[in-house]
Structures are given as C-alpha cells and as structure tokens.
C-alpha cells in the first residue's frame, strides 16, 4: 500500500487515549505514516508500553516540547489529528494557551496550511461549560475542523463514557476527505 502521507495522531488524557494503539492501526491500514504525540499526562499512562507503541509507529513518541539545538524526531506533518481531545485541551488551546507539545504543534500548523482535525471525548457536564462552545468556535474560526456532534463525537451522559469504542474510523474519515484521500 503506498504511504498516503505523516499523520500525526496528537492523543490528549482522555480515555479513548489508553487505546490510541487502535487509531494508530486504523491509521495505518488507510495508508498513513502515523506519529503519535501525547500530552504529558497521557504519556504517563502508556509508559508501561511505550517501547509496543514505538514499534508499532516506526517513530518516537513525543509528549515533552525539544530542547533549543535538538533535531526534530518526527517528519513533518502532512495533516494532525487531535484524537481524543479534552476538555481541557479544547479550552486550553482555544485560548490560546499552548504549554504542551500536543497543543503547540496544532496550534501553530493551522496557521501554517497543515490541515488539523480535532474530535473530542469528554461528557455532557463538561461539555455544557460556557467556555467549550466559545473554545469550539475559536478553533474553527481559525481553521481546525472541530468532528463534535453528530458528525463527530458527541458527549456521553458523566460517568458512562465508553472509551472503547470511540469513533476512530469517523476521525480518520474526516482526515480522508479533508486531504482528498479516496
């Protein structure tokens, strides 16, 4: 299969995360090069398998910003996906706060002409803080095609999430079509 391009699947602690193993196969069986990055606290769950992930990647994993002289880890991003995205990271990054890795690369490849994609996982009470939807709407205005609702993820009810079975093929459709992949 010819190597559709870099994704970079940028997974946030949310609980979709623990699974980011299944979206990076997805990925891959689509024909993407895929290169994760995880937010700090993320990182801390997959450190037991971090060597499983790496292998499974052919690449690092990022989670932590590079010190000023090192050489980039990664190849260049053809396209991002933000998948699971929290709460936390959508207000973060829609006000313009970008203190990880995982929010500064999307943050400044928007603005580049890297197409960025972000689908969230939180429930229905966070998603019902006034910020979320201002945050939706900064990210769009910007460029980010924001997968929330019916064409994305939309909010569980609290305490009945089911991280198994986020929407990774839906995720991974949307990058399809914003790329012009068939």
Not at 15 to 43: E, I, K, M, N, Y
Not at 66 to 71: F, H, I, Q, R, V
Not at 103 to 132: C, D, K, T, W
Request: proline share 9%.
């Amino acid at each position: 299969m010819t190597k559709r391009g870099v994704l970079y699947l940028i997974a946030c602690a949310a609980g979709p995360a623990q699974f980011a193993d299944d979206g990076v196969r997805r990925a891959q069986a689509r024909g993407w090069d895929v290169c994760l990055v995880l937010t700090p606290s993320a990182a801390r769950w997959w450190e037991p398998r971090m060597k499983e992930i790496e292998e499974l990647t052919g690449h690092r994993v990022r989670s932590q910003y590079k010190l000023p002289g090192e050489a980039d880890a990664l190849p260049k991003a053809d396209v991002m996906l933000v998948a699971p995205m929290s709460c936390t990271t959508l207000n973060k990054w829609g006000g313009g706060i970008s203190d990880t890795l995982a929010i500064g690369l999307p943050s400044e490849a928007v603005h580049m002409g890297v197409p960025v994609l972000a689908m969230p996982y939180f429930n229905r009470a966070q998603g019902a803080q006034p910020a979320v939807a201002r945050s939706i709407a900064d990210l769009r205005a910007q460029g980010v095609t924001v997968l929330d609702g019916p064409d994305g993820y939309e909010p569980h009810p609290p305490k009945q999430g089911n991280p198994t079975a986020y929407p990774w093929d839906r995720a991974l459709g949307a990058v399809d079509t914003i790329t012009g992949q068939p």
